[in-house]
């Protein structure tokens, strides 16, 4: 275990992907309340210009760094920039993916295999790349937004796939840095209310809320806070895990 953790008084510092999301805002905005660097990256500088006027003044230092996860030189550059900028880094939370559905007999190769590559290859190139500096916290957390879909979702076959495997390589991860004094948490979100899913028809809306045994849908600050609940230094003897915030529906029958 590294011998030089930082100060417990001194700012966590966290790099948060697929921070330009209706999750990852809700993620980037409830971190900045609670005092953290946040360093967000997305696609692009312009889909993160608005969250990052609207963190600016509340988080204790922002900066954005728009990267392809794919790609491993890129990745490795956003980290590189935000541990520099930083003086280091406390936390990954993977929010980046895409959701590209189709029946297994329609689906081609090519997009089977785009959304393992973002999904999955892209959670692992931003865990290897940071994992140096996650070790030289002391008490580094990755957290990785999986889904509910891993369980079994009609047309997500793709999408269902990468989510399970990124809850398994979690565990794998978990193993591999607990020594370290970090952890490897998933979050595998419900159904939340984000513009994407607000685009959905209102009977479907309304079918989705009544096969919810709390009787609602999720907000993005339901993630937000259990993101920040598993990023907290007081958090280290949980890993390994996998927490569904799904408002009770992964116990109950399917939709009415």
């Given at each position: 275990m590294t011998s030089s953790p930082t100060p417990s008084s001194a700012p966590r510092r966290a790099l948060l992907t697929g921070a330009a999301g209706g999750i990852g805002w809700g993620i980037a905005t409830h971190l900045a309340e609670l005092g953290y660097a946040?360093?967000?990256?997305d696609r692009s500088?312009?889909?993160?210009a608005p969250l990052l006027t609207e963190v600016t003044g509340t988080a204790a230092d922002v900066t954005c760094l728009p990267a392809d996860l794919t790609d491993p030189q890129s990745v490795t550059a956003a980290v590189d920039a935000a541990v520099a900028r930083f003086q280091g880094l406390d936390v990954v939370v993977n929010c980046a993916g895409v959701l590209k559905d189709a029946?297994?007999?329609t689906m081609t190769a090519a997009t089977f295999q785009q959304v393992l590559q973002v999904n999955l290859i892209g959670m692992l190139n931003v865990t290897a790349a940071?994992?140096?500096?996650l070790r030289r916290s002391g008490t580094g957390r990755v957290i990785s937004l999986t889904s509910r879909a891993w369980l079994g979702n009609y047309g997500s076959?793709?999408?269902a796939t990468s989510k399970g495997a990124i809850a398994g390589v979690s565990r794998s991860l978990?193993?591999?840095?607990a020594a370290d004094g970090v952890t490897v948490n998933c979050i595998a979100p419900g159904f939340v209310e984000t513009p994407?899913?607000?685009?959905?028809p209102a009977n479907i809306l309304e079918r989705v809320r009544r096969s919810i045994p709390v009787g609602r849908v999720g907000r993005p600050e339901d993630i937000a806070r259990t993101v920040a609940f598993l990023a907290a230094r007081e958090a280290g003897y949980l890993t390994g895990q996998t927490i569904?915030?799904?408002?009770?529906?992964?116990?109950?029958g399917s939709m009415r």
């Open positions: 946040l360093a967000l990256s500088s312009e889909s993160l029946r297994v007999e940071a994992m140096p500096a076959s793709n999408y978990a193993l591999s840095l994407m899913s607000n685009s959905l569904t915030v799904c408002g009770g529906r992964s116990i109950a």
